[in-house]
Each structure stands twice: as structure tokens, then as C-alpha cells.
């Protein structure tokens, strides 16, 4: 869609029409991710096109201008089998709103050899961290008032080799089985990890390495999160960089508001 003309006008009407017909406030993209150098000249031109559109359209109804934000990866730039992967942050900066920085994920499933800090806000030995990808945007161009911070409310999840070794970065065996809600190998809502603290009498541990949380129970389940002290400290970290804000994927994943509140409170 993105590298032909005529179909990015198409894309474009349709989704302001989307939005205007149902009341939203504006519109968000969330491509994951642009596979080339080409795809991500063709998302730069994807934003030009789409500021002019909603500008047009805002003038023309009277009605207020739709927002324009999108879902990025946590790192402005990355390497797919030895190539660099970089967004087009001139367009960027240029026609977004702001961009909502995917801080999470960094490990999971597809590798089950070892328990991970899927959120770190540090991480010593790597790049792969929210403080890096969140400088990554930053040094690139992209103001800070135009990125929002991202934070999960769901854990990763692994099967311990041993109860040996249950740290961060200790063996694992598998992912961690499919739960309830959550319904995914390897993932574990914020409400089902309070119930396994409780339920299980699983051991919780604060990492301050990382600023992540992480517990393992009897029967070898690990699992790596967010806590309400790693929450506090990202929102600082966050308002120490200036940013815009932050946000939470998803919100349904929280247990009675814990998180929600918690960061709330930490930003205000």
C-alpha cells in the first residue's frame, strides 16, 4: 500500500472517514515492521501524505484536526540479517503528533534457553534496553515531547532448568504454559502473575540491575514483569528525558489498577 500513490490515498480517506464517523480524536499505525530501506522511505512518504490529507480535511470540515501518531520499534534504528533498518525520522518529527515507543518484548518465546527482562530499562551487558532505544529516538532528531514511552502490563514467561539457578538470564527449558487469560505460551498477564505471587506463594524478586521484577514458584514457572517500583522508576526516567508521556499495552492486563495507578501517581 505504502509505495503506490494511488492506494495511500485510498488507505488515507478511508481511515479519516473511519474516524470522524466513529468520534475518535485521531489515528494511530502500528506497522510492524517496515522489512527494507525502501519500505521505510515508503512510511516517510506515507506520513507526508497523511498530515497533508488531515490538514486538508480539518480546514475544510472546520472540525478540529485529527491526531496522527504511530507504534514504533523500541530502537529509532535495527539490524536485520546485517543490514540497518533505520525509520524515517525527518517525517517523523515533521508530520506526527507523537510516536509511542514499543518498550517491551526485547525477549520472549522464540528463545527459550534462558529467562529474559523482556522491559529492562538497563541492561549491562546489551543495547537492547529502554534506555538505549528511548536515546536512539531522541539523538536522531525526534523531539522528546513527541515520544511516549511504552511499558507492558504483561510478563514473559519461561520453565526454569532448575531451581538452582532462577535469576535473570538463568537456563530455561520451554516457554511458559498458556494461561487463562493471557492464552499464549509464554506470556503471563499482570492479574494472573498477582495470582501465581499468591496462589503459588511464588518468590518475587527486584532487580535493580535491570529495573524489572521478576518471580519463579515450586514447580519451575518463571516469569519477568513490570512491578509497581520498576513502574515508578521508568515514569521518572521518563520525565527526567522530557518526554510526552508514557503508555501501557494493555490496559485490560492490569490487576485492579496496580500498575495504572502506580504510574499515574509517579507522574503527577
Keep these: 500500500m505504502a509505495s503506490n ?11 479519516i472517514a473511519v474516524a470522524r464517523k466513529y468520534g475518535f480524536h485521531g489515528l494511530d499505525l502500528d506497522w510492524e515492521f517496515p522489512q527494507d530501506a525502501a ?17 486538508l480535511e480539518a480546514t475544510a470540515s472546520g472540525r478540529p484536526r485529527l491526531l496522527l501518531t504511530a507504534a514504533v520499534y523500541f530502537a529509532q534504528y535495527f539490524f536485520v540479517w546485517g543490514k540497518k533498518r533505520a525509520y524515517p525520522v525527518t517525517s517523523i518529527a515533521r508530520n506526527l503528533d507523537w510516536v509511542n515507543v514499543m518498550c517491551y518484548d526485547y525477549h520472549g518465546s522464540w528463545d527459550i534457553s534462558a529467562t529474559g527482562a523482556h522491559a529492562a530499562l538497563y541492561d ?15 539523538h536522531s532528531g525526534v523531539p522528546p515531547n513527541k515520544v511516549a514511552m511504552g511499558m507492558p502490563l504483561y510478563g514473559r514467561s ?4 532448575s531451581l538452582d539457578e532462577t ?17 499464549e505460551k509464554g506470556v503471563m498477564f499482570f ?17 535493580k540491575e535491570t529495573v524489572s521484577a521478576y518471580s519463579y514458584s515450586s514447580d519451575l514457572l518463571w516469569v519477568g514483569y513490570d ?10 526516567f521518563a520525565k527526567e528525558m ?20 502506580q504510574a499515574s501517581d509517579s507522574w503527577n
Design 5 to 15: 500513490a494511488s492506494h495511500r490515498k485510498v488507505f488515507i480517506n478511508s481511515s
Design 191 to 207: 492479574s494472573e502473575i498477582r495470582e501465581l505471587i499468591n496462589q503459588k506463594n511464588a518468590t518475587e524478586v527486584f532487580d
Design 39 to 55: 519500505e521505510m522511505e515508503y512510511l516517510g512518504t506515507l506520513f507526508d501524505d497523511w498530515r497533508h490529507a488531515i490538514d
Design 167 to 183: 535469576e535473570i538470564g538463568a537456563p530455561a527449558v520451554a516457554a511458559g504454559p498458556k494461561q487463562t487469560l493471557s492464552n
Design 227 to 236: 512491578n509497581q517500583e520498576s513502574v515508578a522508576t521508568k515514569v521518572s
Design 158 to 161: 519461561w520453565i526454569l532448568k
Design 124 to 138: 549491562p551487558t546489551s543495547n537492547i534496553s529502554t534506555s538505549f532505544g528511548i536515546g536512539s529516538w531522541l
Design 242 to 261: 522530557h518526554l510526552l508521556g508514557y503508555f501501557f499495552w494493555a490496559i485490560g492486563q492490569d490487576n485492579n489498577w496496580m500498575l495504572s495507578a
